[in-house]
């Protein structure tokens, strides 16, 4: 990993790292995912030659440069979703610090909103955001889903009484096959199997 890179995911842990510390309002904190599952979402979109990504929820950018590694790698991008403003400005000022701008789009509103005029095939989505609406993210997107595409889902371990349901539903959903990985906030892993 080169070294702007390196230092814009360092500088964005040590931020999260400092604002647990200090308490600060959940409002106000970066949120970053775990910096492990960071790397087992890294290591899973690599192996799988994720090429178009699709993230939903950005913040300052944490989970996105990850994403955004594996997009350059294949040539593709990764499209980010953020509904607040200013952290979409914020976290694309950390893209151009780690060198990244050009693999990513960030779609500046409401995923459920912004992602339906999205049409393009999708080999990864990533969710992170509100708990309650992780079936909807999902449905959004489910079409543009070929097989042996993946679905990653964060808070499954750390929210799973709210995400029971979703989680019900991609374990026992006909298309997919689905585990739970108790890493960080716990990661749910799914993959498309067939139409
Ligand atoms: C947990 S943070 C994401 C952390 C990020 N993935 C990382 O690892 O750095 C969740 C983000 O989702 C955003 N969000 C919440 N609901 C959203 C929605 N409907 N569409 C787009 N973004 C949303 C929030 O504003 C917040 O910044």
Not at 161 to 190: A, K, R, W
Request: include cysteine; hydrophobic fraction near 40%; glycine fraction near 8%.
């Amino acid at each position: 990993m080169e070294p702007a890179v390196f230092n814009t995911l360092t500088e964005l842990e040590m931020r999260d790292e400092r604002e647990r510390m200090q308490n600060a309002p959940v409002s106000e904190r970066i949120l970053a995912l775990d910096p492990e599952a960071a790397k087992l979402l890294y290591i899973t979109a690599l192996g799988a030659h994720a090429k178009n990504i699709v993230e939903v929820g950005t913040n300052r950018g944490y989970s996105t440069i990850w994403l955004a590694l594996v997009a350059r790698q294949y040539g593709g991008k990764v499209t980010t979703c953020e509904i607040d403003p200013a952290r979409a400005e914020e976290a694309r000022g950390y893209f151009e610090k780690a060198g990244l701008s050009d693999y990513i789009d960030i779609l500046v509103g409401d995923a459920r909103e912004t992602l339906r005029s999205f049409s393009e095939p999708v080999d990864l989505l990533f969710i992170d955001a509100v708990k309650d609406h992780y079936e909807t993210y999902f449905d959004v997107i489910y079409k543009q889903l070929g097989v042996g595409s993946l679905v990653i889902a964060d808070n499954a371990v750390s929210h799973g009484d709210e995400l029971l349901d979703y989680i019900m539903y991609v374990q026992n959903h006909p298309n997919l096959e689905s585990v739970t990985v108790p890493l960080g906030s716990g990661l749910e892993i799914s993959v498309k199997t067939g139409e």
